[in-house]
């Protein structure tokens, strides 16, 4: 049977109508047509504490980070669509991020994210698009194992260029982000022929 690539979706923010919630859905449908089986999630029907080692220590991983970390575990693939907060990245998505990172006993370290491939891109107000978050999302990745491709996408204005059912109006955008979708389909699959 041919591998069919498994990518976990989602956006670093847990507003209800998020412009990089409905980025990385487009990147998802770039992914599916490349012939991926995707799975997208909110992070916020995920809510986590703030990583603490003594809750960790007295109470265990927090159930809601327990099954994040287990999708993460599940897929080879991440697609991460990230806001850029004070030219970073999110705290929601750094804090699922590091519970991700705890070790379960007997667990390789950073076994949620080691030479899993990513894409990420990002969607802004502001004139850069959320590109200086995604220098240090690409830092923090590739320093815990991820393969992060090196084509990402941000876009800048973004309360005006989404059309009221999530695509991008400009066709050149909706297609480079769908290709991030589908590059991190095709690369699995090479890796994994």
Do not use: C
């Not at 990230?82 to 667990?107: C, F, H, M, Q």
């Not at 959320?130 to 991820?146: A, D, E, M, P, Q």
């Amino acid at each position: 049977m041919a591998y069919t690539p498994k990518i976990l979706a989602f956006a670093g923010s847990t507003r209800t109508d998020s412009y990089n919630k409905k980025l990385v859905q487009i990147a998802a449908n770039g992914a599916r047509t490349a012939g991926a089986e995707v799975t997208y999630i909110d992070l916020r029907d995920f809510p986590m504490p703030l990583l603490d080692e003594d809750l960790e220590k007295a109470e265990g991983m927090p159930e809601n980070a327990r099954k994040f970390k287990d999708l993460m575990l599940q897929h080879d693939g991440l697609l991460i669509a990230s806001p850029e907060y004070n030219s970073s990245v999110t705290a929601v998505l750094k804090n699922a991020i590091d519970w991700a990172s705890r070790p379960a006993p007997g667990e390789a370290p950073l076994a949620a994210f080691a030479d899993k491939v990513a894409a990420i891109m990002s969607a802004s107000p502001g004139g850069l698009g959320g590109l200086r978050g995604l220098v240090h999302l690409r830092s923090i990745l590739g320093n815990i194992r991820v393969i992060v491709l090196p084509d990402q996408v941000a876009i800048p204005k973004a309360y005006e260029v989404f059309t009221p059912e999530g695509a991008l109006t400009d066709p050149k955008q909706q297609e480079s982000i769908e290709k991030l979708g589908a590059n991190v389909a095709n690369v699995l699959a090479k890796l994994k022929a």
